[in-house]
């Protein structure tokens, strides 16, 4: 059974003029690769991992690229059309992915970022967007607190930004854990800070607790290595130009001057701090 939406291991069961036609080891269902994919060396019997969806004409069709989302995965498409029917994503692959009207929570248009899931309606073997992606917040937690995780930006709220984490769950990034410029679509790393009873799970871009103050540490020496030892801050301060210019919080940046203070690494003066030599 061939599956849309994943990568599938296949065998090459015949050559044709269009491409190769491929198949489970023992399976009887066929599906072409088109030419333009087909690496060089490959042969008959040979096996190949490839990601299939459908084609402008609903035929389920091979390719080697790599999309940029998965079946019942999460991720941030860019809308790269709006038509009478619904909107179009640029997915990574020749043929967009459709966002019907009635999978969006508020009408996007061309240019938007879009935080969606991909679905498949199985009574028409065919691959959808969906931005209707609270209820995956009803999945079973997959991450645990102080975890390192892949995050994707998505729209910005009150609150903060919505993220995706690991291409699975949603979460939210609240603006107080924010100290450099985010936009949709961005890609980070970040850290498992809370998940709450109902599921939902909270983000930082930073470790947290001590282990943040640590690897601080060595960042602030980094960065004053970089400006010839010598860095224009000081805990008077103000927190705005610390998050732009170190990318932390001031609170964290005490700590730090502190600590690398005490063990006789920096020097304090009125208005910088210096590395000691």
């Known amino acids: 059974m061939l599956s849309l939406g994943k990568v599938n291991s296949l065998c090459v069961r015949k050559k044709t003029t269009f491409g190769l036609y491929l198949a489970k080891v023992n399976g009887d269902q066929e599906v072409l690769l088109p030419n333009k994919y087909v690496p060089e060396d490959l042969k008959i019997g040979d096996s190949i991992d490839v990601f299939l969806y459908t084609d402008s004409e609903d035929r389920i069709i091979a390719t080697t690229l790599t999309p940029k989302i998965h079946l019942h995965h999460l991720s941030v498409l860019k809308v790269k059309d709006v038509t009478k029917i619904g909107a179009f994503l640029d997915w990574g692959l020749e043929k967009d992915l459709f966002l019907p009207f009635a999978e969006?929570?508020?009408?996007?248009q061309k240019g938007d970022q879009v935080a969606v899931c991909l679905r498949l309606d199985k009574r028409t073997d065919r691959l959808f967007a969906s931005a209707k992606i609270n209820g995956t917040t009803q999945r079973e937690v997959t991450v645990k607190e102080g975890e390192e995780v892949d995050l994707q930006i998505g729209r910005k709220s009150e609150?903060?930004?919505?993220?995706?984490?690991?291409?699975?769950?949603?979460?939210?990034?609240?603006?107080?854990?924010?100290?450099?410029?985010?936009?949709?679509?961005?890609?980070?790393?970040?850290?498992?800070?809370?998940?709450?009873?109902?599921?939902k799970i909270d983000v930082s871009l930073q470790k947290q607790g001590y282990a943040?103050?640590?690897?601080?540490?060595?960042?602030?020496?980094?960065?004053?290595?970089?400006?010839?030892?010598?860095?224009?801050?000081?805990?008077?301060?103000?927190?705005?130009?610390?998050?732009?210019?170190?990318?932390?919080?001031?609170?964290?940046?005490?700590?730090?001057?502190?600590?690398?203070?005490?063990?006789?690494?920096?020097?304090?003066?009125?208005?910088?701090?210096?590395?000691?030599?």
């Open 104 to 108: 969006q929570e508020n009408r996007v």
């Open 159 to 199: 609150l903060g930004y919505q993220v995706i984490i690991n291409h699975l769950h949603v979460g939210l990034l609240f603006h107080s854990e924010v100290f450099r410029a985010l936009s949709q679509g961005d890609r980070v790393k970040g850290f498992i800070k809370c998940i709450r009873e109902d599921g």
């Open 212 to 277: 943040q103050v640590v690897d601080s540490q060595v960042f602030l020496l980094e960065k004053l290595q970089e400006n010839d030892g010598v860095l224009p801050l000081t805990d008077k301060s103000d927190p705005e130009e610390v998050a732009r210019e170190l990318r932390m919080s001031k609170k964290v940046f005490k700590k730090c001057v502190g600590a690398l203070y005490r063990q006789k690494k920096i020097k304090i003066e009125a208005d910088r701090i210096v590395l000691c030599s």
